[in-house]
């Protein structure tokens, strides 16, 4: 690799710009508005907004997101889940950290690790 291309992959990870871009197509894609361009300008300002302030930016998923994901792999509504259910259903959402210690895991456990592991990797403004 020359060093004009280390020097932009640098940049592009400094500056956290492939996880920016992936998540304006994200919500993009999933809300689908009318005008895409004035749609991720308006969530550009979100998140300029959120860095800001010190406030939690716009993420696709929510924690009634990971809670309806916890009740499709808790098919018999035992409550719990395995660890490897877990981890395999939070790797299809792009979550690939190990973020359970237990065998089993609860609703409320699995919903508020996985939320905030989710919100810290959609964290795509520079500190």
């Known amino acids: 690799m020359n060093p004009r291309e ?3 992959i640098g940049y592009v990870e400094e500056h956290k710009l492939q996880p920016l871009m992936q998540q304006l197509i994200e919500l993009t894609t999933y809300h689908q508005p009318g ?3 004035a749609f991720m300008i308006e969530q550009l ?3 300029i907004s959120a860095r800001e302030s010190g406030t939690e930016p716009p ?3 929510e924690a009634n997101n990971f809670a309806a994901i916890f009740g499709l792999i808790d098919i018999t509504g035992r409550g ?3 660890k490897a259910e877990a981890q395999s259903a939070l790797r ?3 979550i690939e950290a190990d973020l359970f210690e237990s065998e089993l ?3 409320d456990h699995f919903v508020k690790a996985a939320e905030a592991e989710y919100k810290k990797l ?3 403004f520079k500190n």
């Open 6 to 8: 280390t020097e932009a």
């Open 35 to 37: 005008d895409p361009r």
């Open 45 to 47: 300002k979100h998140l």
């Open 59 to 61: 993420t696709l998923l």
């Open 80 to 82: 719990t889940v395995s």
């Open 92 to 94: 299809k959402v792009g």
């Open 105 to 107: 895991i609860t609703r």
């Open 122 to 124: 959609n964290i795509t």
